[in-house]
Every structure is written in C-alpha cells, then in structure tokens.
C-alpha cells in the first residue's frame, strides 16, 4: 500500500497489467474508475477556512470607504444645502397639511 496525500487513505500500490490478489486484472479503466474519482474526493474535501477571513476583510474594506464617502459629503456645504431645502419642504407641506402655513 501507499500512502497518498491524505494518509488515512491508502492506495494499492499495482502496475497496469498485474493481477491484484483476487485475480482481477489491473486495467487503465479499471484505475479511471476507482483510483482517480477517489483522489477528486480527497481534493473535494480540502478546507475553506480562511475564505470567512478574507470575505470579512473585503466588507471591512468596502465599509471603512463607504464611510469615507459619507463623511466628505456630509461635510460639504453643498449637501448641507440641499439638505436644508429637504426639511425646509418637508416641514412647510405639514405646516400647510394642518393650516399653519
């Protein structure tokens, strides 16, 4: 037996062409069909771990830029002016809705 890269997994070590001990003939299809899909398990089976770090570092990125946006055009004076003509409409429409105004 040889130990492949995982080593709880052990392949037969045979040549094409050989007789296993059961008498079956070791054939190119009969490696494709057993040998090859267990190595594409193994390599399956490889872990994610560090791909929850690195979406939590782009979205700490993306957040931290956002935020930079916001406070420079929070600061500006042509937000604050806009948004004063926001309020200014909002508070006279109810002003008017109630006869106020």
């Not at 045979?14 to 079956?24: A, I, K, Y």
């Not at 490889?46 to 916001?70: M, P």
């Given at each position: 037996?040889?130990?492949?890269?995982?080593?709880?997994?052990?392949?037969?070590?045979?040549?094409?062409?050989?007789?296993?001990?059961?008498?079956?003939l070791v054939t190119r299809r009969l490696i494709a069909r057993f040998l090859v899909p267990a190595a594409?398990?193994?390599?399956?089976?490889?872990?994610?771990?560090?791909?929850?770090?690195?979406?939590?570092?782009?979205?700490?990125?993306?957040?931290?830029?956002?935020?930079?946006?916001?406070?420079?055009?929070?600061?500006?004076?042509?937000?604050?002016?806009?948004?004063?003509?926001?309020?200014?409409?909002?508070?006279?429409?109810?002003?008017?809705?109630?006869?106020?105004?």
């Open positions: 037996m040889v130990v492949g890269p995982d080593p709880k997994v052990c392949v037969p070590a045979t040549v094409v062409g050989t007789r296993l001990r059961e008498g079956f594409a398990r193994r390599a399956a089976h490889r872990s994610d771990a560090g791909a929850a770090t690195a979406e939590y570092a782009v979205v700490t990125v993306a957040a931290a830029g956002l935020g930079g946006i916001l406070i420079k055009l929070l600061s500006s004076d042509w937000f604050l002016n806009i948004l004063k003509m926001i309020l200014e409409y909002i508070i006279r429409a109810a002003l008017s809705f109630f006869g106020l105004g």
